[in-house]
């Protein structure tokens, strides 16, 4: 996961947006095209091929600011699949971030303007260039417009925005990003699993610290994960994922999940 804050990478801490802070520590500081390329070796040396998916999420435009354009094409130059938060809000949001190298755009519940805005990014984007991320702190839905859903349950919002097109869901736990403690979300993954066709993508982030809970996350039925500071910090390394069988379209053998810097 590289969030951006002006432009710049921060560390996110438990969903708490005021106290993200730069990235220090590390050779590639606060850089996100360093970190997007950092991101990108670790995954080639895991065994994943090509450009590998690499999650954005841009605070600036998920708070009402304009979206990084031109940073977001720099950010597939360096050879990764950018799938972009941008605080997607309405249709008109689509258009620009896919003209700027953005492969996925992630449409969160945060922001996006109720489920017809959701049908409708869908409908012109497509459905493999979109994915509903189903945003939660704490377990409970961050949503934007909760009289237009008509419900608070988490699984039934996911339902929904599989009735409208979705084909890629992400779910994120804002609370446990950052903190180590696992996404917490795993009942949630297999009720999904078990609600939605079968089709389905699943992505799950928040708090992912090592293979345990990568292995967890795939038994629960998620086919990938976002992972961030356990990338950076080394709990997770190439071996790990390697072992984990990652980059495969399946799992070869259970338990196994892709890991995505996230």
Known sequence: MLDLKSGLAVAAIAGDRDRYGLIRGAPEGCNPLAWARRFRDLLHASGVPGAPALYVAD????????????????IAGQGVSPWVDAGVRTPDDAPNLLASGVEVI??????????????????????????????LHRGRPLVETLDAWGTADPLELCRRAVDLGARTVMVLDLARIGTGRGTGTEP????????????????????????????????AGAAAALVGSALRDGRLSPADLRALALGAPCFPRPPGVDAWPG
């Not at 605070?59 to 720099?74: K, N, R, V, Y």
């Not at 996006?112 to 497509?126: D, F, K, M, R, S």
């Open 188 to 219: 949630l993954i297999r009720a999904i699993r078990s609600a939605c066709p079968p089709g389905l993508r699943l992505i799950a982030g928040g708090g992912v610290s090592g293979p345990e809970d990568l292995n967890r996350l795939g038994q």
């Open 106 to 135: 992630v449409v969160g519940l945060e922001t996006v303007a109720g489920p017809g805005a959701l049908a409708a990014i869908v409908e012109g984007a497509g459905p493999d260039r979109v994915c509903f991320g189903l945003d």
């Open 59 to 74: 605070l600036d435009a998920i708070e009402g600011q304009p979206p990084h354009l031109e940073l977001f094409s720099e």
